[in-house]
T-cell receptor, first 113, second 115 residues
Framework: DARVTQTPRHKVTEMGQEVTMRCQPILGHNTVFWYRQTMMQGLELLAYFRNRAPLDDSGMPKDRFSAEMPDATLATLKIQPSEPRDSAVYFC???????????FGQGTRLTVV | AQSVTQLGSHVSVSEGALVLLRCNYS??????LFWYVQYPNQGLQLLLK??????LVKGINGFEAEFKKSETSFHLTKPSAHMSDAAEYFC?????????????FGRGTQLTVWP
């Protein structure tokens, strides 16, 4: 059963700490997205990659957020330092190509206290 | 620029009743439109999509949506609600020529189904 896998599912951390969220896209998918869901802003795109290269990260606060794809089976989203306003559910999604719809993971629920 | 407006953040229906979730879009170029469903503590699952083929699109779980260019709408319907339909529903838009996963989402509509 092919699915996007995100770890951890839940994370509670203190303000100022580094947070790393991981995503394993569906095997063979070459496009990976990071979305954030909050009550205030809803669902918004942070960044996305094609063939491991970033295509658009304009939705991501550059001073504290970074997104990478070390290899085709792993995408990471890091926040350093974390702040309470970063509390949200972070979704990873992957697609076979840029011309097909994306499949979403179950999300990482981040709470920064 | 693209955007989506979902009218009604909460919709309640009785089991067996018609489900109608409203979505209006704004796009300067021909859009592709999607409906996703999110169950509690789960990711988003694609219900259906419009990508310029038939304007009436049928999806999973008995849902369908009709693209109406004149009304800039893409409302989601289901003839008879089931308890298992209770979830949050998101309408989303992107544009032809864009990456299909690069979506602009509405704020969501929470559907409650009463027995």
């Amino acid at each position: 059963d092919a699915r996007v896998t995100q770890t951890p599912r839940h994370k509670v951390t203190e303000m100022g700490q580094e947070v790393t969220m991981r995503c394993q896209p569906i095997l063979g998918h070459n496009t990976v997205f990071w979305y954030r869901q909050t009550m205030m802003q809803g669902l918004e795109l942070l960044a996305y990659f094609r063939n491991r290269a970033p295509l658009d990260d304009s939705g991501m606060p550059k001073d504290r957020f970074s997104a990478e794809m070390p290899d085709a089976t792993l995408a990471t989203l890091k926040i350093q330092p974390s702040e309470p306003r970063d509390s949200a559910v972070y979704f990873c999604a992957s697609a076979p190509t840029v011309n097909t719809e994306a499949f979403f993971g179950q999300g990482t629920r981040l709470t920064v206290v | 620029a693209q955007s989506v407006t979902q009218l009604g953040s909460h919709v309640s229906v009785s089991e067996g009743a018609l489900v109608l979730l409203r979505c209006n879009y704004s796009s300067s170029v021909p859009p592709y439109l999607f409906w996703y469903v999110q169950y509690p503590n789960q990711g988003l699952q694609l219900l259906l999509k419009y990508t310029s083929a038939a304007t009436l699109v049928k999806g999973i779980n008995g849902f369908e949506a009709e693209f109406k260019k004149s009304e800039t709408s893409f409302h989601l319907t289901k003839p008879s609600a089931h308890m298992s339909d209770a979830a949050e529903y998101f309408c989303a838009v992107t544009t032809r020529g864009s990456t299909l996963g690069r979506l602009y989402f509405g704020r969501g509509t929470q559907l409650t189904v009463w027995p």
